[in-house]
């Protein structure tokens, strides 16, 4: 970070008080065109729970992003942007640039989905009975199943159909009187084994040939008899959190390529849902030390900030976010901790930090953007920091 940057950030907390949570949307501008540039085919639904602040989501929305939702609380930020539009205007956002994509919804919820008609994502029989039950109109995209190796997060033990199953579950769909209009999938987040998208997109590729032949074809009818579906890639796109994250130009190139080969027959739209990819490096947290003390020889920094409220992502998320210090002197391993009551609100015992730096002075943490604020808590009574956003509505 530069001088300019540290003094807008010291400058901001001047203001505000601390912890902050720094928003800078030209940085969320950037990321979104770099996504559309290198996977110019390729429509980004963002994926909001990566970080759900309206004003995020704002940026995103004038920016022509589509949505990936995952409750409907979350259906309802994006909503937010769209109430005042005509009907059929509003109608047409929901079915061309939503996607409800959790695959298990409670009753209530497809209730109130219904009148909406968004397309939503499904992965098992008993999801389509309630569906066909509680939500008739809405559009249904089947998530498979697909190799996770080497992503950070996991996702494949807890969603998708075998793709051994896809076909009969399409075959049960259609039998239902419900429309199967694509196929999503996960490679698991923070993916950094670029095979996961490989063999996902030739799974998929495999299925639409297979449902072909079983005369179940998947896709939206077309005026002219023909289909056209959908297939979703889903998240995962890596951010180079280290120097060893390998390179999104890289795994875009991969994913063009591959997408031409295997569905060039194909009448296909093809989408996916980045979260991370938009969010991460966009935010930066600043944080007070609020007590020092010397443990063991080590110097121990207590902070305004934490694992319960924006470091949560250490827990959920699998990332850390080195802290930094304003104030320019040799570092030491020094260990952080957060304000609460709670030994498990460790940040780290191997900071490299000034180990001369005193209460009140200010700790600040890049790319903390992603699953991090989402999930912060109240615990101990500590409210998550505050929200400052950087050039917005540009
Ligand atoms: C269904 C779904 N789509 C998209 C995402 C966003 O993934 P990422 O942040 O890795 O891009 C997730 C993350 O958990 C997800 O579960």
């Given amino acids: 970070m530069n001088q300019v940057e540290k003094k807008l950030l010291l400058d901001l907390a001047t203001k505000h008080g601390t912890p902050i949570f720094v928003i800078d949307h030209d940085k969320l501008r950037a990321n ?11 429509q980004p639904y963002f994926a909001i729970k990566a970080n759900s602040h309206p004003e995020i989501v704002k940026t995103m929305f004038d920016l022509g992003a589509s949505f990936d939702v995952a409750s409907m609380p979350e259906f309802m930020v994006v909503h937010e942007n769209i109430k ?71 996702l494949s033990s807890k969603f998708g159909a075998h793709p051994g199953e896809a076909v009969d579950l399409i075959t049960q769909a259609t039998n239902l009187g419900l429309g199967v209009e694509g196929i999503s999938f996960h490679v698991g987040s923070q993916c950094n084994n670029f095979d996961n998208y490989m063999q996902a997109l030739n799974f998929a590729s ?54 031409k080969r295997l569905f060039k027959k194909d009448n296909i739209q093809v989408i996916a849902e980045p979260g991370r990819f938009m969010v991460a490096t966009a935010c930066t947290l600043v ?11 080590k110097t121990c920094y207590y902070l305004n900030d934490g694992v319960y409220h924006t ?3 250490q827990v959920f998320d699998h990332q850390h976010y080195p802290l930094r210090a304003f104030k320019e002197a040799p570092t030491a391993v020094c260990a952080t901790f957060g304000p609460t009551c709670d030994a498990f609100d460790t940040i780290s015992l191997a900071d490299e930090l000034p180990d001369n730096l005193e209460i009140h002075d200010l700790l ?23 929200v400052v956003h950087v050039n917005k509505g540009r």
Avoid at 32 to 42: D, M, Q, T
Avoid at 95 to 117: M, S
Wanted: proline share 8%.
């Fill in 32 to 42: 979104f065109r770099e996504f559309r540039e290198k996977l110019p085919e390729v």
């Fill in 84 to 154: 005042n539009l005509p009907d059929q205007e509003r109608q047409d956002f929901i079915w061309d640039k939503i996607i409800y994509a959790n695959t298990i919804k409670p009753v209530e919820t497809l209730k109130e989905l219904n009148p909406y008609k968004p397309l939503v994502t499904f992965d098992n029989p008993s999801e389509l009975e309630k569906i066909k039950e509680h939500a008739p109109d809405a559009g249904l995209v089947l998530r498979i199943r697909v190799p996770n190796t080497g992503s950070m997060v996991e």
């Fill in 206 to 259: 495999s299925i639409f040939k297979e449902a072909e032949l079983r005369k179940y074809p998947i896709g939206f009818k077309c005026k002219d008899g023909s289909r056209e579906k959908v297939l979703d890639i889903g998240g995962g796109f890596p951010v180079k959190y280290t120097p060893d994250v390998k390179s999104f130009t890289v795994l875009a190139k991969k994913i063009n390529s591959e997408i």
């Fill in 287 to 297: 944080v007070k030390i609020i007590g020092k003390a010397v443990r063991d020889g």
């Fill in 311 to 313: 470091f949560s992502g």
């Fill in 364 to 386: 600040y943490a890049e790319n903390i953007g992603a699953y991090s604020h989402a999930s912060a808590t109240y615990f101990n009574g500590f409210p998550p920091a505050k």
